[in-house]
């Protein structure tokens, strides 16, 4: 063992050693149970290092772990002694000790492949918990996406913050991802949440869900943990309600396309926040239509029957015009963000993303989803006229501001690929015959 800042054991026999198993126990463990070491240098011989308060944190975690033995024998000391070092410790003033000095605050979580680690405002490892392989690429920060995969919060309002992560197993195609919430110490709030079909009747709908975590919501009927999944075969986005105090789900809707943006505002002025959520509705092949999906919660009866027939619904949804750019290069056009400006707008952003163009428009709509008006991106003009310099178009772009500020209203999602909502959309033929073949 060497001493520095923080005492450390070097090497597997080291390792091994401590926790009273054999080398090839403690190798595996590091696999299988997320047993917390690190390695120094580089290439493929690194030694292979562990902290002793990382080793012990995770101990306390793993019940199956032998005892400690103790390193030297233990004398009682007599009660009048023992009663002024408690005092000393604890000090007068904080006696009894609170639940809030029980454990270390949690602060952050890092993931790695087959464990997370719990950590401090210092940085110190409080904890870790061990997990199969995880997807060790959704974890990383350059990943664009709404929602977290872990957030750190009071989800039971008892003055204590829990950790929330959602597991992303390596086989996504084959498995479903899972929540979990744990206390400060790292043990569990309730048994993990699998995402899984929550519309057992549509074939279409596959078993595994990526799921996402948006954030604690309250409402009239109490507190929700709101959950955004995504269904990987089909590409719908479920949107869960989950009681913090059990981990169970309360309510769901699914949309027949993904949700890009998902956020908790306050569109009513009533006190409790509505899920502002913009994507694209494109159930299986096709381009689809931009979408925005405004939903109550708790979530409101379905007016209207929808795409998947779902015992709930929005309180309001909106399809976008899609961009004769899409048309010509089959890319699709969808909302990005969505944000509200000020108490009486919402910005929502349509994106029409190729490998050689972005354009982006901008409208602007009321609280009750009602247009306002259309801002044109910086560069959205130039690309379209430079399509139709190109001979793909008949038209320059302002013959086509007023096609483009066409927001259509619906009482529940359709399908966008349907022939029924192209023809809310119909318009003369824009593209050229060169265009179309």
């Known amino acids: 063992m060497e001493n520095g800042e923080r005492d450390r054991l070097l090497g597997w026999k080291a390792i091994a050693s401590h926790l009273q198993v054999t080398e090839k126990t403690a190798r595996s463990w590091e696999l299988e149970r997320g047993l917390p070491v690190r390695r120094q240098g580089q290439g493929s011989k690194r030694p292979v290092v562990a902290y002793l308060d990382e080793l012990e944190a995770w101990r306390t975690r793993d019940e199956a772990l032998p005892p400690k033995t103790p390193s030297r024998t233990f004398r009682p000391l007599p009660w009048a002694a023992l009663a002024i070092v408690i005092l000393a410790l ?23 492949p087959h464990r997370i680690d719990v950590l401090d405002k210092s940085g110190k490892v409080l904890w870790t918990k ?23 919060l009071d989800v039971d ?35 993990k ?50 009681d913090p105090m059990t981990g169970q789900i309360a309510q769901d809707y699914c949309h027949p396309g993904y949700f890009y943006d998902v956020k908790m505002t306050d569109l009513d002025g009533d006190g409790y926040p509505e899920l502002l959520c913009g994507g694209i509705n494109n159930p299986g092949p096709g381009l689809g239509y931009p979408a925005l999906a405004v ?52 910005r929502v952003q349509v994106q029409t993303e ?8 901008f409208y602007d709509l009321t609280p009750d989803l009602r247009f306002v008006r259309l801002i044109p991106g910086d560069r959205v003009h130039v690309q379209h006229d430079g399509l139709f310099l ?48």
């Open 354 to 361: 190729t490998d050689d163009i972005r354009a982006d428009m």
């Open 295 to 346: 939903l109550n919660i708790p979530f409101q009866p379905a007016s209207a029957p929808d795409y998947f027939s779902q015992e709930f619904g929005p309180s309001g949804y909106v399809l976008f015009p899609r961009a004769d750019i899409a048309d010509i290069t089959r890319f699709q056009s969808s909302v990005k963000a969505v944000n509200e400006m000020s108490p009486g707008l919402i």
């Open 157 to 191: 309002k008892d003055g204590s913050d829990e950790v929330l992560f959602i597991s992303i197993p390596d086989g996504l195609t084959s498995e479903t991802s899972s929540l979990h919430c744990m206390r400060s110490d790292g043990q569990a709030c309730w048994p």
């Open 390 to 437: 190109q001979g793909h178009l008949d038209h320059r772009f302002e013959e086509d501001l007023a096609f483009l500020s066409q927001v259509k209203h619906f009482l529940a999602a359709p399908d966008g690929n349907s022939k029924e909502v192209d023809a809310l959309f119909a318009e003369p033929t824009r593209l050229t015959t060169a265009s179309q073949q």
């Open 90 to 112: 604890v000090g007068w003033a904080g006696w009894p000790p609170s639940r809030a000095h029980a454990a270390a605050a949690p602060k952050r979580v890092e993931v790695y």
């Open 193 to 242: 949440l699998q995402f899984t079909r929550v519309l057992p009747e549509d074939a279409r709908l596959g078993e595994s869900f990526s799921g996402r975590i948006i954030g604690m919501a309250e409402s009239p009927a109490g507190p929700f943990l709101v959950i955004l999944a995504t269904n990987n075969p089909l590409y719908a986005s479920c949107l869960f309600l989950v």
């Open 130 to 152: 061990g997990f199969p392989k995880l997807m060790n690429n959704y974890y990383s920060p350059d990943v664009e996406s709404c929602g977290d995969l872990w957030q750190i």
